[in-house]
């Protein structure tokens, strides 16, 4: 990743903090065969710093990488900013169109996983982590045992221990505040609402 001193995040707090929002991600790794993608949700076990998930048993990543270097890409909360919500735009006209987002880059080792005991247990950990989130929870135990089990033959375990981790965040710091008000401003009148999660961002990271 591109890093720039004004975006790059290096607060281990801050850093540790992302890693336990992280969910669906995009698992790049190369092997003989070349490039392979898979997007997987993820759950972070600090205990043991790394990175659980798993995908399907048709899926050729598994098969084709067999393990080793790999990095998980997280994206954050992001949206297009036009140059026209920039007061700076009328005073001078030098400005030009941007994009404001979060990213988070995870480095490692990845194991892939082939124990049917072990998947159960991964499914168990990355539903707790999703379901908790609900105020009516389901959990695996809900579903008839046989069934998780079939499922479970299913899939394949991954686990991405970690090595290093880069996180950035581009929310207008280098421009005016009157040019950032102007972009919170623009971004809080659309009707996409995942424009003014970027506002909410833009603010927070400036004090607002």
């Not at 959990?139 to 375990?157: C, T």
């Not at 981790?165 to 971004?187: C, H, I, N, W």
């Amino acid at each position: 990743m591109a890093l720039r001193d004004l975006f790059i995040v290096t607060d281990p707090d801050e850093i540790e903090a992302m890693l336990h929002t992280v969910r669906l991600g995009s698992l790049v790794t190369h092997g003989p065969e070349g490039m392979a993608v898979s997007h997987i949700p993820f759950v972070y076990d600090p205990a043991e710093r790394r990175l659980i998930g798993h995908v399907s048993r048709n899926n050729p990543q598994p098969p084709l990488y067999g393990g080793g270097e790999a990095v998980a890409v997280f994206v954050g909360p992001n949206a297009y900013i036009t140059p026209s919500w920039y007061p700076s735009k009328q005073e001078h006209g030098r400005v030009a169109p941007t994009w404001n987002y979060e990213v988070l880059e995870v480095y490692g080792t990845v194991t892939f996983i082939d124990d049917q005991a072990r998947m159960v247990e991964i499914v168990t950990l990355i539903t707790d982590r999703f379901e908790g989130e609900r105020q009516a929870p389901w959990a695996v135990a809900d579903a008839p045992a046989d069934y998780v089990e079939k499922l479970s033959r299913g899939i394949i375990g991954v686990e991405l221990a970690i090595g290093r981790v880069e996180a950035k965040r581009v929310f207008s710091q280098q421009r005016t505040d009157a040019d950032r008000e102007g972009a919170v401003a623009g971004l809080l009148a659309s009707d996409n609402p995942a424009n003014h999660l970027v506002a909410a961002k833009i603010k927070a990271a400036h004090g607002g």
